[in-house]
């Protein structure tokens, strides 16, 4: 069985004054591990999976069965094995339903597709071979009542060819496979990306969204640059960056890093010695999952300037890693937040789109006219800035950037501001923001219903599709949302309660 995959290799960049925030461990409060979470790996020892399970909730080893070493612990560390089928053989031979359904683990909930089938190297089948094929993974799906992802396709240079035509890209190939298997079944889209920066992570995202299915993305780091040009600093930003989007964007329902130990790219092992993480390992199971609580909720934005119509200042704290704030292309800009009434802040996390500040300061003001600096940032690298240790109080915080780090204007995703109103105790405010949105039935195909944490009125509710487009706005006083005439895929549901509070929730309708 091979395990490797190949990088595209075809975008290069040098990456300078890498800034890694290795404190949010310590900054984050106690939390539930990331659903979304998982590792892309094979050859585990039980004490592997000891140390990783506190910070993955699955992972998978390119196989139909788990590895001998973590078979008899993974289930009782609360971590799901997902069988894959490689490619066209299984054992000795060609892959067949009753033997492929005979070795898959009877507590998974999940079938891998084809390993990178567009690569010569990796599965190598056509789209019409994978076409062919895929109704024994579908049998094996009916029998063992499993949910089934898509071929896991990449960028690739030694590509598969069909009808005079070379299928390079991800996009182009599973086209090819949907035209090939019109009425085959395919519940998620599963993905593998080696770009360096997050801008480019969300690129490939956004290629997939097009098919309107919750994305996997089952292998990622930092690969497609040369090797001499790969470190631990950057392999530590880009995992950074990459999980904070890959948490709060909707579109992703699992990901996967590469890998536990591997020799192909420099400094992406999460293990060292067995039962050891490394330095990124800590990384990747310590990183908080999703919206993350006790965050104050600002009551108003007001910015400087605004690029576009699309770019207001209220796109900066929405809870949507897919807008943002935009300003006109001059310094200084500023952002600022009106929190209603005295907040102490703790800390705040900014996350920059590519054109972000190199210099900036965070200010507090308890009446929007004096302002007095808590902070000031020089060379920022962008991506994620996680601020913490902050001893701060006002009701208005501003960010006020002095210096572009492109011609372009000063952009970010979300703004996230941590603390408590003044005056009342933060662990209550925080178990507030941690009550969840309940949804049931989930996966639903024609009802599904909500309910609400104890002593919350709703004051508004939303339905998003995957690509944050607004889908749906009524619902029955019985609490109830009626979804049969939506299509199938991954929905985010939004209430927003009466004390301005938003809650969200995930859900696939069938």
Known sequence: MILRSRFRGSRGW??????????????????????????AYGYHSAAD?????????????????????????????GVDYVPMQWGRNLGNGPVTANQLAASIPNSSRYLLGFNEPNFLSQANLTPSQAAALWPVLEDV????????????????????????????????????????CPNCRVDYIAVH????????????????????????????????????QITLPLQQKYLLD?????????????????????????????????????????????????????????????????????????????????????????????LTLDFGSLHNISRVQV???????????????????TWTNIQTVLNSDGGVDNLTGLSARGRYLRLYATRRATAYGYSLWEIEVFGSPVGAPTATHAQADTEPLGLYPNPAATELHFSLPPN???????????????????????????????????????????????????????
């Not at 996350?351 to 929007?368: I, M, N, V």
């Not at 709703?458 to 599709?465: G, K, T, Y």
């Open 14 to 39: 040098v990456l300078g004054g890498l800034l890694i925030l290795l404190a949010w461990a310590a900054a984050a409060t106690a939390q539930t591990k990331s659903a979304k979470r998982g590792l």
């Open 49 to 77: 999976m000891q140390v990783l399970a506190p910070g993955i909730s699955w992972w998978y080893n390119w196989a139909s069965q788990p590895d001998a070493g973590a078979a008899g612990v993974y289930t009782s560390l």
């Open 141 to 180: 799906a009916r029998r063992k009542n499993l949910a089934l992802v898509s071929p896991a396709v990449n960028y690739c240079g030694n590509c598969v060819t069909e009808n005079g035509v070379t299928y390079y890209s991800p996009t182009q190939y599973l086209d090819a496979f949907f035209a090939a």
């Open 193 to 228: 990306t080696y770009v360096c920066e997050e801008r480019w992570l969300r690129e490939k995202i956004a290629e997939l969204k097009r098919y309107n299915k919750p994305i996997w993305l089952t292998e990622f780091a930092c690969g497609d640059l040369p090797p001499s």
């Open 242 to 334: 990459a999980v904070n989007y890959l948490e709060k964007e909707p579109a992703i329902f699992r990901y996967a890093w590469f890998s536990g130990r591997n020799g192909e790219i420099p400094f992406i092992n999460l293990l060292g010695n067995s039962g050891q993480l490394t330095a990124l390992g800590q990384q990747y199971v310590s990183l908080p999952q999703g919206w993350e609580a006790g965050r104050i909720r600002p009551v108003g934005l007001t910015a400087s300037s605004q690029e576009t119509n699309a770019t207001s200042a209220t796109a900066a704290a929405d809870e949507n890693i897919n807008t943002r704030w935009g300003s006109v292309f001059a310094d200084p800009q500023y």
């Open 351 to 369: 996350s920059w789109e590519a054109a972000y500040a190199k210099d900036y300061h965070l200010q507090t003001s308890p009446d929007g006219l």
């Open 456 to 510: 919350t009125r709703l004051r508004s509710l939303v339905v998003l599709d995957a690509r944050g487009r607004l889908v749906l706005t009524d619902y029955a006083p019985g609490a109830t949302l009626h979804i049969a005439a939506l299509p199938a895929g991954l929905y985010v549901v939004r209430a927003t309660t009466t004390s301005h509070r938003q809650l969200t929730q995930r859900f696939l309708k069938r």
